[in-house]
């Protein structure tokens, strides 16, 4: 799990999520950060492909330790 920030919520302080990374089919920067999921489903979030890039091998490497 992956945590994220909707996209434009910094006026609504609840916008931090969580997402299964096992889900994410493809992650694109267009310029703002698009994942699309295995079910078709787009989110667009704040932080950067890159980020999430980061994010998602941190979170495959937390799994292997176990």
């Known amino acids: ?8 919520s910094k006026t609504n302080k609840k916008g931090e999520f969580v997402l299964n990374a096992e889900i994410i089919e493809t992650i694109e920067q267009t310029p703002d950060t698009v994942i699309t999921l295995t079910d078709g489903k787009k989110l667009i979030v704040e932080e950067s492909m890159d980020d999430v890039v980061r994010k998602t091998m941190a979170y495959r490497r937390a799994l292997r330790q176990y």
Do not use: G, R
């Open 1 to 8: 799990m992956i945590k994220l920030t909707k996209f434009n």
